[in-house]
């Protein structure tokens, strides 16, 4: 069974695409998709049809990550963040990481903010993964090759900071996404 649907809204470009295309490489369990013309109706059907939890779909603004839309397998969208910057995992890392088969953990660095707590809590639901409360990273060893962390925190410009980590060598994969408000 599919945890995520990944797709874009009806109008991207190229970087939104590689977006889509990062964010599915570091969700296991996860199945990306070209959208095209499709509809509401239609992509509710796909999500059913996938046996998904939820479908993403990344919007564009002025050629970026806009926001990043949580639809359920009726339709409703119960989720939306606002991204303010979206790092692709080119930009975040040198060296070419494998594509994640399972999340080990979520972390949350800053336990006290509540929209870490809330997207915490929302990724914990759809994944089944536990929200692990941390003051860092730490490598797990190479017994965790292929699996990765969501890693969420909030640092002093008060933002959420939602990006992955490899599990085993304790490495930054992206993409990095600045939130800037969740809705």
Do not use: C
Not at 3 to 8: C, K, P, R, V
Not at 30 to 37: A, H, M, V
Not at 74 to 98: D, H, M
Not at 112 to 131: K, S, Y
Request: hydrophobic share 40%; aromatic share 6%.
């Amino acid at each position: 069974m599919d945890l995520f649907l990944i797709t874009t809204s009806r109008r991207t470009s190229n970087r939104v695409r590689s977006f889509v295309r990062d964010l599915w490489s570091v969700l296991p369990g996860s199945e990306r998709f070209n959208r095209g013309g499709m509809n509401l109706s239609e992509l509710t059907a796909r999500i059913q049809i996938s046996t998904a939890k939820v479908a993403l779909v990344v919007t564009m603004f002025r050629g970026n990550v806009g926001d990043i839309r949580f639809i359920n397998s009726n339709g409703v969208e119960f989720i939306t963040i606002r991204t303010k910057s979206a790092a692709l995992k080119r930009e975040v890392q040198s060296r070419k990481a494998p594509r994640i088969n399972s999340i080990h953990s979520i972390v949350s660095l800053n336990s006290d903010n509540p929209d870490v707590i809330r997207l915490g809590a929302i990724l914990a639901e759809v994944t089944d993964v536990p929200v692990v409360k941390s003051d860092g990273i730490m490598p797990l060893g190479s017994d965790y090759s292929n699996m990765g962390s969501i890693v969420l925190d909030a640092p002093k410009s008060g933002s959420v900071i939602w990006t992955h980590y490899h599990s085993a060598d304790g490495m930054e994969i992206g993409p990095r996404i600045s939130v800037k408000s969740i809705q």
